[in-house]
């Protein structure tokens, strides 16, 4: 039988990990009722007749992750793109791969979607918070129909930031992205589908990047365009017989560069709104923009900003960590993203993602989208703690304290192990942070043995 979430449920001999970024109790309790954490306590706890009880010996236990930068978990129009949502038992995979990775606190920054997309009524409740932005003005809705915009409507291209504030949302952004603004999701979707539809020859996203980098330079400018590697790549990646240097450059620039400025603008008028309404705003954070957002922290200082994923693969390790440490001078919070830089090394490796973290200038670590790839947020943790990059409590903290410190709106009421807070807890395995045994959302327990599925402790005596 299903417990309520009246019943005390107490978790007993735990390595505990408050979140809080400092404090560790190497044998620990945590009490929850109802929804709230009423207790946390370092030493063994009493184990008395009416509790629920479960023994977390050899595992750690700390507050669910909280993802402050995600894609595909709500139903609405997908990506700054203003894409065609994603089916909906893709959204369903999506989120249980969050879940079950430990996440119970999610903030989805397509931007575009609108807060009663997040809940798709032919679907069940799924046990994964799911928070959405908004990035609904001129500048952010045309950047979208430059490059795509099939999946907004009347009502995506009619919502104002007020509207969309007043029915839930967030935050703002994500302020650009891979398909505006010439990153990742031209890499490994558009830059490949036209070379296909041009040539028929489909070409990996490592080397539509360095075409696109060829013809248009690193910051999109032509100011580090190369006609000589273009003609190399052209020869080795087989197309120097399909299509001319001219041809491909004036594909690449058609691909890319309709929404560039327009994204750009979008930067300011979301900086000028996150001023105006007191909301966080989220900004994508890549060779091309940089700029952008180094000008606005300086014009725009009562604007609370987040660089997203400033380990964007477009930076030089040296430069990534460059652009936060002058990005962090100047208040704005740097996030970096997990992408597939971590266990799945597709496209991206680790460098920026290790210079940041051992730089010791990220605040929170989440997962964008990298075309599906995403790799967990505690895989990105655990190399953390196993390269001795951060301590275990420090780790921790930049995917649960940190995250609810700067997204308050998000996650202000969770995030730590802490007497009042909402009871989202993770019982994940001390020698791999990354394997969730079970998990607890608003109390009710969502994860059991790997699993999704309800349960009680009297199960684990089973
Ligand atoms: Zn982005």
Same mark, same amino acid.
């Given at each position: 039988m299903a417990m309520t979430v009246t019943d005390d449920i107490l978790i007993i001999n735990g390595r505990v990990v408050t979140g809080d970024g400092s404090t560790v109790f190497d044998v620990g309790s945590v009490r929850m009722r109802g929804g709230t954490i009423i207790d946390v306590a370092a030493g063994t706890a009493e184990r008395t007749e009416n509790n629920n009880v479960v023994? /977390?010996?050899?595992h750690t236990v700390m507050p669910g992750v909280i993802n402050g930068h995600a894609h595909g978990c709500v139903h609405g129009p997908s990506m700054p793109s203003g894409s065609l949502p994603l089916a909906a038992s893709d959204v369903e995979y999506f989120r249980n791969r969050h879940l079950l990775s430990g996440t119970t606190t999610l903030l989805n920054v397509c931007g575009l979607s609108l807060p009663d997309e997040i809940e798709d009524r032919g679907h069940l409740d799924h046990p994964l918070d799911v928070h959405v932005t908004t990035a609904h003005t001129p500048s952010n809705l045309g950047a979208a129909m430059a490059i795509d915009g099939k999946g907004l409507t009347g009502r995506h291209l009619n919502a104002t930031i007020e509207e969309t504030i007043e029915q839930g949302a967030k935050a703002f952004g994500e302020a650009g992205g891979g398909q505006t603004l010439g990153g990742g999701a031209q890499d490994y979707r558009f830059i490949p589908e036209a070379i296909l539809a041009a040539t028929g020859v489909r070409i990996h996203p490592k080397s539509a990047r360095a075409l696109k980098e060829a013809v248009l330079g690193r910051e999109l400018d032509g100011t580090t365009a190369s006609p000589e590697l273009l003609e190399e790549l052209l020869r080795s990646c087989g197309l120097d017989n399909q299509i001319s240097a001219e041809d491909l450059t004036s594909l690449i620039v058609t691909t890319v560069m309709p929404p560039v400025s327009l994204s750009l603008h979008g930067f300011e008028e979301l900086a000028r709104a996150s001023k105006r309404f007191g909301l966080a705003g989220i900004y994508h954070h890549a060779v091309p923009t940089a700029k952008t957002l180094l000008r606005l922290a300086e014009d725009y200082p009562g604007a609370r900003m987040v660089a997203a994923h400033a380990n964007h693969p477009s930076f030089e390790p040296e430069e990534c960590v460059r652009h936060a440490r002058a990005l962090k001078s100047r208040g704005v919070a740097i996030d970096v993203s997990t992408l597939d830089c971590i266990s799945t090394q597709w496209r991206n490796g680790p460098e920026n993602f290790d210079a940041l973290i051992e730089a010791g200038v990220v605040d929170t670590v989440s997962t964008d989208y990298a075309g599906g790839d995403f790799d967990s947020i505690l895989a990105a943790l655990q190399r953390i703690v196993h390269l001795g990059q951060l301590g275990l409590p420090a780790a921790v903290a930049l995917a649960t304290g940190n995250v609810s410190r700067i997204l308050p709106e998000v996650a202000g009421d969770r995030g730590l192990l802490a007497k009042g807070k909402r009871a989202d807890v993770a019982i994940v395995e001390?020698?791999?942070? /990354?394997?969730?045994r079970h998990l607890f959302s608003n109390g009710v327990p969502v994860v059991f043995n790997g699993v999704r599925r309800t349960w009680t402790p009297s199960d684990l005596r089973g």
């Open positions: 023994d /977390a010996a050899g001390s020698h791999n942070l /990354a394997r969730v």
